[in-house]
């Protein structure tokens, strides 16, 4: 029996053995081999790495400390936040789970991922290890099978792994399954491993990122009273499930969990030392500002270098929004694609306070918003409702784009309810970039306002307009802006109202005269 490789001890690895030492007394019949390797499994996370998986790559002083760091650390309620390719699932998820069900075969684990597929494939890696690894079988006969796929009593990635056992319980000694697809019932896990519960896919979308923490909030009553937890991931977003993960506090007001944030570079910065990739590979991965931030620095747009930052909106309840203010619609609509599958509509409606406070600015108000890849028709429903049920509106803005002719559709779709809206009494406003560039009209526009305070947002709009609302400037300008973009907009048709000049005369202006104007 050989364990994988020959060892060379690397300069900087502080290493738990003197495992030369240890090789040549086995070699030299000092030490019984079985015995030791039994040893070095059960009580080094990374000899199982680097000799029992056999990965090369892991001698290297990053690896051999987090192994330390995660095996002598806190065994429950650990946050592991690691740059992507740094190993935290082939330590956590795989190593330390064979570890675990050899100290204790008596344990039922269940490993849990955004859906169950990508859970099943961590447990592919542990049954294919337990499978073919010569040293576990020689060191842990009292434990593993060796033809499990004969003898044990379950043995796949459907019904779960059950190890030699004294116990009947009904769960598998370890089991995969997912958060959104596949949460199981009625069972109950000694030890419970999360990875991968939060993709890019989920942090894009709102009501996503709200099923996700309820149902992760739901799988908590799948643990034993004394069961323990680990969840390991990577940051996709400051409003995704992993973020507030970080922030949840017990009962008692102290942090539900021990967070390790663990950056690619030193120092957590750009420009800091890699801690294990090569620079040349880092500095690949930098071609992306946004996802190397999100991926390597675990901070997905330091708040220092935030174009926008939506921790600066100011929330309200509707109730106390101004009963003063001048609502304006406005819309942005989704390009040429009809099929819904293309950016989305951005349709907001605007609340401006009609004075200005001692900087010349009026406050602004979102008091109604849906962003979301509508087709067309059902755009033009959704502006209906929202019109409606908003009562007196000033002004529509609708963004012309390319050849559309939506402002035709919502006008016409809006007469059919008895409200006429039109470019001739300008209760109807054709909105163009005029050669500006997205990008830097967005921030043109919302930039001062924003981080002067000037822009709220109320508590009736929908939570998913407002969770988008909010990711979009956080991303910003590395994402979808359609949200932005009409924000930016509503300055624009505004511009032309002085609302600094407010008075009981400028009001009397725009009381509603009758239909035509749009009241």
């Known amino acids: 029996m050989k364990v994988a490789g020959i060892f060379k001890p690397i300069e900087g690895c502080v290493y738990r053995y003197d495992y030369v030492k240890i090789f040549k007394s086995i070699a030299d019949g000092a030490i019984e081999e079985k015995s030791a390797y039994r040893t070095l499994i059960l009580s080094d996370l990374w000899f199982i790495v680097y000799f029992v998986m056999g990965i090369e790559s892991a001698n290297h002083p990053f690896i051999v400390k987090m192994c330390q760091v995660v095996e002598d650390g806190v065994k429950t309620r650990t946050l592991d936040l690691w740059a992507r390719e740094h190993y935290k699932t082939t330590i956590i ?59 044990a009593a379950k043995w796949s990635e459907d019904d779960g792994l059950v190890l030699k056992r004294k116990g009947f319980a009904k ?26 519960i939060e993709t890019a896919d989920v942090v ?82 930098k071609s992306n500002e946004y996802i190397f931030n999100c991926q390597q620095l675990l901070n997905p747009t330091p708040v220092g270098i935030r174009k926008l930052d939506s921790s600066l909106l100011r929330e309200i309840e509707a109730i106390f929004v101004p009963s003063s203010v001048f609502k304006f619609m406005v819309i942005d609509p989704a390009g040429d694609d009809k099929t819904g599958k293309g950016d989305a509509w951005a349709i907001e409606v605007w609340g401006v306070e009609p004075k200005a406070d001692d900087l010349g600015a009026s406050n602004i108000y979102l008091m109604d918003a849906s962003i979301s890849p509508f087709r067309e028709t059902e755009a033009i429903e959704e502006i209906v409702r929202m019109y409606l049920r908003n009562g007196m509106i000033m002004q529509v803005g609708v963004e012309k784009v390319a050849l559309s002719s939506a402002e035709i559709h919502i006008s016409n779709a809006l007469a059919a309810k008895g409200r006429y809206i039109s470019v001739d009494n300008n209760t109807l406003v054709i909105l163009r970039p005029s050669g500006r560039d997205k990008a830097h009209r967005i921030e043109a526009a919302l930039a001062w306002p924003l981080f002067n305070s000037k822009i709220f947002i109320s508590s009736a709009v929908p939570y998913a307009a407002q969770e988008r609302f909010k990711l979009e400037m956080d991303k910003f300008p590395y994402w979808h802006d359609d949200g932005l973009d009409a924000a930016a907009y509503l300055y624009d048709m505004i511009r032309s109202y002085q609302f600094v000049l407010w008075n009981d005369q400028f009001v009397a202006q725009y009381e509603p005269v009758n239909q035509l104007v749009g009241y």
């Open 204 to 285: 894009d979308n709102p009501d996503m990122v709200l099923k996700v923490r309820n149902r992760f909030d739901l799988s908590r009553n799948l643990g034993t009273l004394d069961g323990t937890e680990r969840i390991i991931g990577t940051t996709y977003s400051h409003s995704g499930v992993l973020e507030d993960l970080k922030k949840q506090k017990d009962i008692h007001g102290r942090d539900m969990y021990l967070t390790r944030v663990v950056p690619a570079t030193d120092d957590g910065s750009p420009n800091g030392r890699p801690v294990l990739l090569s620079q040349e590979r880092l500095d690949e991965l």
């Open 171 to 196: 769960e598998s000694t370890i089991e995969a399954w997912g958060l959104i697809e596949g949460m199981p019932t009625s069972k109950h896990f000694s030890h419970r491993v999360y990875d991968d």
């Open 93 to 151: 998820t795989i190593a330390e789970t064979v570890q675990r069900v050899l100290r204790n075969s008596e344990e039922r684990v269940g490993i849990f991922s955004h859906t169950r597929p990508i859970a099943k494939g961590f447990l592919r890696s542990i049954k294919m290890l337990f499978e073919g690894s010569e040293i576990l079988k020689a060191c842990f006969p009292d434990v593993l099978y060796q033809n499990p796929a004969q003898q």
